[in-house]
C-alpha cells in the first residue's frame, strides 16, 4: 500500500523559510514523478513543484527561485525548501506521487497517490 505523508509545515512570518517534507513509503516505480501541490483557502489546488526519477524539476512561477524540490535517496524523502515565503504562500501543502516521468506540467489530475496535506500559515 503506498502511503506519502507529510511533515514541517507550520507557522512564519514574511521572508522566512520552511522545509517540507515527504516520506513514500510502499511506492513499489522506479520511474516516476512525485510533486508538491498547495491549496489555499477558497482557491483550487495548484501544483508548486515536481521532481521525476531522472531528478527533472518543474516549478510553478509563483515559487521559481524560491523553492527547491530534491529526493534524500537513503531516506526515500521528498523534500521542498521554500524561502522568501510571502503570505500568499498560506496553504495546505499536499505530497503526491505518479508512476512514469512528468515534467514541464503541474497538474494534479496527472497524480495518482496523495498525502494527507501539512499547513503552511505565513503571516505578514
Known amino acids: 500500500q503506498v502511503q506519502l505523508v507529510e511533515s514541517g509545515g507550520g507557522s512564519v512570518q514574511a521572508g522566512g523559510s520552511l522545509r517540507l517534507s515527504c516520506v513514500v513509503s510502499?511506492?513499489?516505480?522506479?520511474?516516476?514523478?512525485m510533486g508538491w501541490f498547495r491549496q489555499a483557502p477558497d482557491k483550487e489546488r495548484e501544483g508548486v513543484a515536481t521532481i521525476d526519477s531522472s531528478a527533472r524539476t518543474t516549478y510553478a512561477d509563483s515559487v521559481k527561485g524560491r523553492s527547491t524540490i530534491s529526493k534524500v535517496r537513503a531516506e526515500n524523502t521528498f523534500v521542498l525548501q521554500m524561502s522568501s515565503l510571502k503570505p500568499d504562500d498560506t496553504a495546505m501543502y499536499y505530497c503526491a506521487a505518479r508512476l512514469g516521468r512528468l515534467w514541464n506540467v503541474l497538474r494534479e489530475t496527472d497524480f495518482d497517490y496523495w498525502g494527507q496535506g501539512t499547513q503552511v500559515t505565513v503571516s505578514s
Open positions: 510502499g511506492f513499489p516505480y522506479v520511474i516516476y514523478t
